[in-house]
């Protein structure tokens, strides 16, 4: 069974720094865009960051809030995908899930459980 | 960015009632590939989301039949035929078409009366 681990959440002050993980089993992360989604309590989804396949240059885009603060990253000899986030921000807490976000036909789609990152004083 | 905009937020309905949710875009989501890559996701009580459908309409791997995705252009919509207790939950519409960044709707938060 495919599985995505997240790690690394906690509190942190603001300004703060912290690194996210998230460890594939069952699935060969080399061969997948692979995302980082988050979801702030009671609130809706937002598409924080994503991380091309090293084959096609592992190009990453990032959303505008996080731009310059958080780098996706992946280690693909370890089969896990990772978030840097730097100068954290309140409005940066939320449940963080790394998932595949595929549209790729016939290509199932996977999510983690979420790791939560709280930013406060 | 391109907006997402689902409608109703809140979809009280009785067990074994059809359900309906639109998602709406502010610009076409065809891409210039021909495809159309918008997606629906199912999040239930304190679960991780889950793809129900891509590309409009093509139904996950043990989705239950009785979901379905149509639409084309801007305008989508996501069918429950008849509506299980297991069906609770929020449900999200996503386009892929144009980014970064992938855009997600506001969610519809479906509840049985």
């Known amino acids: 069974e495919v599985q995505l681990v997240e790690s690394g959440g906690g509190v942190v002050k603001p300004g703060g720094s912290l690194r996210l993980s998230c460890a594939a089993s069952?699935?060969?992360?080399?061969?997948?865009?692979m995302n980082w989604v988050r979801q702030a309590s009671g609130k809706g989804l937002e598409w924080v960051a994503r991380?091309?396949?090293?084959?096609?240059?592992?190009?990453?885009e990032y959303a505008a809030p996080v731009n310059g603060r958080f780098t996706i990253s992946r280690d693909d000899s370890k089969n896990m995908l990772y978030l840097q986030m730097n100068s954290l921000k309140a409005e940066d807490t939320a449940v963080y899930f790394c998932?595949?976000?595929?549209?790729?036909?016939?290509?199932?789609?996977?999510w983690g459980q979420g790791t939560l990152v709280t930013v406060s004083p | 960015d391109v907006v997402m905009t689902q409608s109703p937020l809140s979809l009280p309905v009785s067990l074994g009632q059809p359900a309906s949710i639109s998602c709406r875009s502010s610009?076409?989501?065809?891409?210039?590939?021909?495809?159309?890559?918008l997606s629906w996701f199912q999040q239930r009580p304190g679960q991780s989301p889950r793809r129900l459908i891509y590309?409009?309409?093509n139904r996950d791997s043990g989705v239950p039949d009785r979901f379905s995705g149509s639409g084309s252009g801007t305008d989508f919509t996501l069918k429950i035929s008849r509506v299980e207790a297991e069906d609770v939950g929020v449900y999200y519409c996503?386009?892929?078409?144009?980014?970064?960044?992938?855009?997600f709707g506001q969610g519809t938060k479906l509840e049985i009366k």
């Open positions: 998932t595949t976000l595929t549209s790729v036909l016939h290509h199932p789609d996977y």
């Open positions: 069952e699935f060969t992360l080399s061969n997948a865009w």
């Open positions: 991380i091309k396949t090293k084959a096609e240059g592992g190009t990453t």
């Open positions: 610009q076409s989501l065809v891409h210039r590939d021909g495809n159309t890559y």
């Open positions: 590309r409009i309409s």
């Open positions: 996503m386009q892929a078409s144009h980014w970064p960044p992938n855009t």
